[in-house]
Nanobody, 116 residues
């Protein structure tokens, strides 16, 4: 099983980034996918989640209206479009695949830094 995040980097406040997570080694279309982040000195938190069929999404209150999660089951990839970025969005962003407690996988993370 592999989850490989990409797309992180340094961006100015108000800017945008799109994160990608390429999955392999499991039946991607059966798994709920989510993005989490760990800000410096804080616990990891859920940012956004999308159901296996992409018919349901939910977001942390802090990112509603600014971030959009999506997935392409044909490409085994989940995305996080981030807009109107704020310094408090800085952190390491992790991709997660979940299908029950025995099938819970994490990527290695990608750094997002929002700073002028």
């Amino acid at each position: 099983v592999q989850l490989v995040e990409s797309g992180g980097g340094l961006v100015q406040p108000g800017g945008s980034l799109r994160l990608s997570c390429a999955a392999s080694g499991f039946t991607f279309s059966s798994y709920a996918m989510s993005w989490h982040r760990r800000a410096p000195g804080k616990e990891r938190e859920l940012v956004a989640r999308i159901s296996s069929a992409a018919d349901s999404t939910n977001y942390a209150d802090s990112v509603k209206g600014r971030f959009t999660i999506s997935r392409d089951n044909a490409k085994n990839t989940v995305y996080l479009q981030m807009s109107s970025l704020k310094p408090e969005d800085t952190g390491v962003y992790y991709c997660n695949a979940y299908y029950g407690s025995w099938n819970d996988y994490w990527g290695q993370g990608t750094q997002v830094t929002v700073s002028s």
